[in-house]
């Protein structure tokens, strides 16, 4: 009853203003008649305001804030301020605690005016009925949405306490500059929460939802300076603050400090949205559906249900992604693949091998958002690399041959497959040393077709190799000739197994994922798997490190308490690379052009080890 009262009060006073305006009716005769509109009560349950999400780096520095059409970052009733509640309170709806919804008193007052202006001017919403109409309705000026407004308000007020209705007050109303909230739009003026807001600060952030535009204070400075003063001064007149604060406010400086999204480290950051949706594939049931289906229609059906998921969680509901990021590692591998000579690309990709972090990650020399990321979208050719994990480890675990035995290294062809070394050279009789250092082809195509190659393919099985496909299996992909290929994160991720005993486990740039609450949401739950014996990885941690003192990585050498590496080059130099490992940290670098070509200059000079070499020496001043 209280309800229909309330709307039958509320359209009584706008029927009275028939008696000024002639329009009125033809607003009126559209709207649902109460019983009609209490009928289809909008369930409170089905407020949802969007929020935005946020990305953080290993130290917590936020280094990226995503967000769709509404930029909110939501704050509860009990972290508001009190200031930020009497300035609402005093300038939009003094009588916000006393009344049911609507203000007869305020309708009355715009009721006046507009029937003076024969055009609905003012509106005397109440912080109530402005957040009914935020949420349920749109703002065009029509005695229609005056009497929806109250209806929808006599709902809230019914089902929300005054503070749950002050809360989603407080993070609806628009700020202007895409901003919504007041959180936000502290952030974004003044680059600091509102709990950190000055009194003056405060009363005029509460002044520009009145009228985002014009009182805009990055375009229109004075009108929001004047809007400001009036927010005082109601403060003052309902006795919120005393006549010294209000002189002390008036006289502040005001100093904006416009804080615009971050997205920052490109590069990495649209690596962990990609991570972030095969964390949720996994966490939530995708991937197991995706297995049992059997027809493509069904299982692109699956893909499109993740893909809504995941804009769904990000860009409405909101998360906080909390990832490895190293940000002096990113910096550093930056400004490296920058040194690289004009047209030619790179990336570069550095993990934590001891806690199995992705550190740092670089997919171009310039990369913006959204753009190729090379350091995981690329999957090229990967040369010489693939040897330890496809010939030499293999070999050595099959048949624990002890590496002071020498291995031969003679020509070799299998029907039309005659593979060459580099020079054309010759060999016979080598040191698996000899073979690994001077990264001698026929060395490794006979040590693969020794023992298989069906064998020596089963120990890429755990790499989980996107692009390397059952037609690969063939002795030409132990020099890397790949139908596709591997991208350099792929490659680099392997390679800890040399640092972990002979154990994979794929390395993860997400540490975990909150709700805005901070509950946690979802975490990796990765278990490391072995791919070859510890045995055998302690061999291949001495030859590999032979290339680096006596092999073909001499020049990417860093004085770490241990070092390892390998080469590689794809066939006419269209691809380089150099995966590497200290103590604590792998790391990979690819460099070649976009659309493959020769680079037989950057290879002569040795600049994509260089740049590695550069890079790496900034871990050895890494603590912890």
Partial sequence: MRLFAGYIITASLLMVMYAFSDDVWADLQQVESPTDMIENQVPIETIDLTESSTVHAQDGTKIATLHGTEHRNYIPFEQLPISVIHAFVAAEDNHFFEHTGIDGSAIIRAMIVNARSQTPQQGGSTI?????????????????????????????????????????????IYFGNGVYGIETASQYYFGKTVRELSLGEIALLCGIPNSPNHYDPTRHLEPAMSRQHYVLQKMKENQFITEEEWQQAKKEKITLQVTKSEYLYPDYTSYVLHELKQLIRHSEGFEEKWQQANLDEEKEKIDRELDQFVYDLVYKQGVKIETHLNTTLQKEAQKGLKTLPAQVEGAFVILDHQTRQVAAMVGGKNMKANEFNRAYQAYRQPGSTIKPLLAFAPFLDVTST???VPINASPICKGDYCPQNYGNAVYGKVSIREAIGKSINTAAVR??????????????E???FQEVYETDQKLSSVLGGFTKG?????????????????????????KRVLKPNGELLYTWGDKPKEVWSKNTNDKMRTLLNHVMTSGT??????????????????????????????????????????KPAPIPYVQSQAQHMKVWKQIMRTTLRQKG
Avoid: C
């Fill in 128 to 172: 109530t009925q402005q957040l009914a109409r935020n949420l349920f309705l749109s703002h065009a000026k029509t005695y229609k949405r005056k009497l929806n407004e109250a209806f929808f308000s006599y709902q809230l007020e019914n089902q929300l306490s005054k503070e749950e209705i002050f809360e989603l007050y407080s993070n609806a």
């Fill in 402 to 404: 002890p590496l002071n």
């Fill in 447 to 460: 040590l693969t077709d020794r023992i298989g190659v069906k064998k020596a393919f089963n120990y890429l």
């Fill in 462 to 464: 755990p790499f989980d």
């Fill in 486 to 510: 591997v991208s350099p994160l792929e490659m680099t991720n392997a390679y800890t197994t040399f640092s972990n005993g002979g154990n994979y486990q794929p390395s993860r740039a997400i």
């Fill in 553 to 594: 990585g001499r020049q990417a050498s860093i004085p770490a308490p241990y070092i390892g590496g390998k080469t590689g080059t794809t066939n006419n130099t269209k691809d380089l690379w150099f995966i590497g490992m200290t103590d604590r940290y792998t790391a990979g670098i690819w460099v070649g052009k976009d």
